[in-house]
Nanobody, 125 residues
Framework: QVRLVESGGGSVQTGGSLRLSCGVAGYASSGSCVGWFRQAPGNEREGVAAIYSSNTPYYADSVSGRFTISRDIAENMVYLQMNSLKPEDTAMYYC???????????????????WGQGTQVTVSP
């Protein structure tokens, strides 16, 4: 069973940066996806960023230009660098992985098989 292990959440002020990490051993094959999702209280889970096996990234409009997803295949890690953080970025962030996904649907939670436990990101005004 693949386990996804996230780390890197925390509390920052507006404009600050955080980097989230996710261990994704077993999800490097062609056609796989790894994504980051977030869910704030009272809101639906939303796709933030995803990376396809070809290393093509996908971003939600709300984070494009501020967040960067990347992967280190040798280390089986996927990262989410979050810059210029805003209070509306406050949420629980989840790493997710799919052994096969449709690239253009990489920000759709329904594409994903495995999920991490989540890491909290809090941005204060």
């Amino acid at each position: 069973q693949v386990r996804l292990v996230e780390s890197g959440g925390g509390s920052v002020q507006t404009g600050g940066s955080l980097r989230l990490s996710c261990g994704v051993a077993g999800y490097a094959s062609s056609g796989s996806c790894v994504g980051w999702f977030r869910q704030a209280p009272g809101n639906e889970r939303e796709g933030v960023a995803a990376i396809y096996s070809s290393n093509t990234p996908y971003y939600a409009d709300s984070v494009s230009g501020r967040f960067t997803i990347s992967r280190d295949i040798a280390e089986n890690m996927v990262y989410l660098q979050m810059n210029s953080l805003k209070p509306e970025d406050t949420a629980m962030y989840y790493c997710a992985a799919a052994s096969f996904c449709i690239a253009i649907q990489a920000l759709d939670a329904a594409e994903y098989d495995d999920w991490g436990q989540g890491t909290q990101v809090t941005v204060s005004p």
